[in-house]
Protein backbone atom coordinates (compact mmCIF):
# COMPACT_ATOMS: atom_id res chain seq x y z
CA UNK A 1 0.00 0.00 0.00
CA UNK A 2 1.43 3.28 -0.62
CA UNK A 3 1.29 6.10 1.58
CA UNK A 4 1.18 9.63 0.83
CA UNK A 5 4.38 10.98 2.83
CA UNK A 6 3.16 14.80 2.42
CA UNK A 7 0.37 16.20 4.59
CA UNK A 8 -2.95 17.68 3.22
CA UNK A 9 -3.96 20.67 3.64
CA UNK A 10 -7.75 20.33 2.55
CA UNK A 11 -9.90 19.87 5.58
CA UNK A 12 -12.34 18.54 3.46
CA UNK A 13 -10.44 15.94 2.02
CA UNK A 14 -8.71 15.29 5.09
CA UNK A 15 -12.23 14.63 6.64
CA UNK A 16 -13.04 11.98 4.20
CA UNK A 17 -9.58 10.54 4.09
CA UNK A 18 -10.47 9.99 8.32
CA UNK A 19 -13.66 8.77 7.37
CA UNK A 20 -12.21 5.91 4.88
CA UNK A 21 -10.02 4.90 7.56
CA UNK A 22 -12.70 4.87 10.02
CA UNK A 23 -14.85 2.54 8.35
CA UNK A 24 -11.89 0.18 7.26
CA UNK A 25 -11.77 0.26 11.30
CA UNK A 26 -15.82 -0.24 11.85
CA UNK A 27 -15.78 -2.92 9.10
CA UNK A 28 -12.39 -4.73 10.24
CA UNK A 29 -13.08 -4.69 14.34
CA UNK A 30 -16.52 -4.51 14.25
CA UNK A 31 -16.46 -1.53 16.20
CA UNK A 32 -19.39 1.10 16.77
CA UNK A 33 -19.43 4.08 14.53
CA UNK A 34 -19.46 6.68 17.86
CA UNK A 35 -16.91 4.54 19.40
CA UNK A 36 -14.64 5.00 16.24
CA UNK A 37 -15.82 8.71 16.07
CA UNK A 38 -14.70 9.93 19.04
CA UNK A 39 -11.54 7.48 18.91
CA UNK A 40 -10.68 9.76 15.43
CA UNK A 41 -11.58 12.97 17.18
CA UNK A 42 -9.73 12.58 20.84
CA UNK A 43 -6.59 11.08 19.09
CA UNK A 44 -6.11 11.18 15.85
CA UNK A 45 -7.43 14.80 15.07
CA UNK A 46 -5.45 16.23 18.06
CA UNK A 47 -2.60 14.42 16.95
CA UNK A 48 -0.90 17.44 15.73
CA UNK A 49 -0.33 18.43 19.05
CA UNK A 50 1.24 15.92 20.51
CA UNK A 51 3.56 16.68 17.39
CA UNK A 52 2.81 12.92 15.29
CA UNK A 53 3.17 12.32 11.79
CA UNK A 54 0.72 11.71 9.28
CA UNK A 55 1.90 8.48 9.21
CA UNK A 56 1.75 8.03 12.74
CA UNK A 57 -1.60 8.32 12.61
CA UNK A 58 -2.43 12.17 12.33
CA UNK A 59 -5.16 13.29 10.10
CA UNK A 60 -4.35 17.33 10.30
CA UNK A 61 -6.93 20.05 10.63
CA UNK A 62 -10.16 17.68 8.95
CA UNK A 63 -13.59 19.26 8.53
CA UNK A 64 -14.65 16.98 11.88
CA UNK A 65 -18.31 18.19 11.18
CA UNK A 66 -18.03 16.25 7.84
CA UNK A 67 -16.24 13.50 9.06
CA UNK A 68 -18.84 12.66 11.32
CA UNK A 69 -21.56 12.88 8.50
CA UNK A 70 -19.49 10.85 5.89
CA UNK A 71 -19.35 7.97 8.51
CA UNK A 72 -22.64 7.88 9.79
CA UNK A 73 -23.91 8.77 6.20
CA UNK A 74 -21.85 5.45 4.91
CA UNK A 75 -23.94 3.28 7.65
CA UNK A 76 -26.81 4.39 7.20
CA UNK A 77 -27.25 3.28 3.40
CA UNK A 78 -24.71 0.60 4.00
CA UNK A 79 -27.66 -2.32 2.43
CA UNK A 80 -28.46 0.18 -0.44
CA UNK A 81 -24.37 0.49 -0.86
CA UNK A 82 -23.64 -2.78 -0.89
CA UNK A 83 -26.78 -3.59 -3.04
CA UNK A 84 -25.50 -0.73 -5.99
CA UNK A 85 -22.08 -2.13 -5.57
CA UNK A 86 -23.62 -6.01 -7.10
CA UNK A 87 -25.07 -4.39 -9.37
CA UNK A 88 -21.76 -2.55 -10.67
CA UNK A 89 -18.95 -5.17 -10.55
CA UNK A 90 -19.12 -8.11 -12.55
CA UNK A 91 -20.59 -11.31 -11.45
CA UNK A 92 -16.75 -12.89 -10.77
CA UNK A 93 -15.93 -9.99 -8.42
CA UNK A 94 -18.74 -9.59 -5.53
CA UNK A 95 -18.04 -6.80 -2.97
CA UNK A 96 -16.79 -9.16 -0.46
CA UNK A 97 -13.73 -10.25 -2.78
CA UNK A 98 -12.54 -6.29 -2.84
CA UNK A 99 -9.54 -4.80 -0.96
CA UNK A 100 -11.46 -3.74 2.69
CA UNK A 101 -9.78 -0.14 2.13
CA UNK A 102 -11.36 0.00 -1.39
CA UNK A 103 -14.69 -1.42 -0.06
CA UNK A 104 -14.55 1.30 3.04
CA UNK A 105 -13.43 4.18 -0.11
CA UNK A 106 -17.05 2.83 -1.74
CA UNK A 107 -19.16 3.10 1.41
CA UNK A 108 -17.58 6.71 2.13
CA UNK A 109 -18.06 8.40 -1.43
CA UNK A 110 -21.34 6.12 -1.78
CA UNK A 111 -22.77 7.43 1.32
CA UNK A 112 -22.31 11.17 -0.48
CA UNK A 113 -23.20 10.43 -3.24
CA UNK A 114 -26.90 8.63 -2.11
CA UNK A 115 -27.44 12.17 -0.25
CA UNK A 116 -26.98 14.40 -3.23
CA UNK A 117 -25.81 17.19 -1.56
CA UNK A 118 -22.42 17.42 -3.58
CA UNK A 119 -21.70 17.57 -7.23
CA UNK A 120 -21.46 14.00 -8.14
CA UNK A 121 -17.70 15.07 -10.11
CA UNK A 122 -16.03 17.19 -7.27
CA UNK A 123 -16.98 13.89 -5.07
CA UNK A 124 -15.48 11.31 -7.70
CA UNK A 125 -12.52 13.25 -8.16
CA UNK A 126 -12.04 13.97 -4.16
CA UNK A 127 -12.41 9.90 -3.47
CA UNK A 128 -10.09 9.32 -6.64
CA UNK A 129 -7.43 11.54 -4.75
CA UNK A 130 -7.99 9.58 -1.50
CA UNK A 131 -7.75 6.10 -4.19
CA UNK A 132 -4.24 7.42 -5.36
CA UNK A 133 -3.10 7.71 -1.25
CA UNK A 134 -3.98 4.30 -0.94
CA UNK A 135 -3.07 2.94 -4.08
CA UNK A 136 -0.54 2.50 -6.70
CA UNK A 137 -2.52 0.33 -9.67
CA UNK A 138 -5.64 0.46 -11.12
CA UNK A 139 -7.82 0.95 -8.38
CA UNK A 140 -8.11 4.40 -8.45
CA UNK A 141 -8.99 3.65 -12.29
CA UNK A 142 -12.12 1.06 -10.75
CA UNK A 143 -13.19 3.99 -8.43
CA UNK A 144 -14.07 6.35 -11.27
CA UNK A 145 -15.35 4.30 -13.19
CA UNK A 146 -17.79 2.29 -10.49
CA UNK A 147 -18.85 5.81 -9.26
CA UNK A 148 -19.18 7.10 -12.60
CA UNK A 149 -21.41 4.13 -13.34
CA UNK A 150 -23.77 4.83 -10.14
CA UNK A 151 -24.00 8.25 -10.58
CA UNK A 152 -25.55 7.28 -13.97
CA UNK A 153 -27.45 5.14 -12.49
CA UNK A 154 -28.69 7.45 -9.48
CA UNK A 155 -29.32 10.10 -11.74
CA UNK A 156 -31.56 8.06 -14.11
CA UNK A 157 -33.36 6.90 -10.92
CA UNK A 158 -34.15 10.37 -9.25
CA UNK A 159 -35.73 11.38 -13.43
CA UNK A 160 -37.57 8.18 -13.12
CA UNK A 161 -38.60 9.76 -10.08
CA UNK A 162 -39.66 12.74 -10.77
CA UNK A 163 -41.10 11.79 -14.08
CA UNK A 164 -44.24 9.89 -12.07
Known amino acids: MAVQTHTPQRPRTAARLAAVQALFQIDQNADFADEVIQQFI ?3 FNAEQAQLSY ?3 CVPSPDVQLFDSVVKKALLHRGRITELLKETLPETWPVERL ?9 ASM ?4 ENSIPAPVLINE ?3 IAH ?3 SGDEPKLVNGVLDTI ?3 LQA ?3 GHNAD
Open 133 to 135: GFF
Open 127 to 129: YMD
Open 99 to 107: DPVLRALFM
Open 151 to 153: TTK
Open 55 to 57: EEG
Open 111 to 114: GELL
Open 157 to 159: DTK
Open 42 to 44: IYR
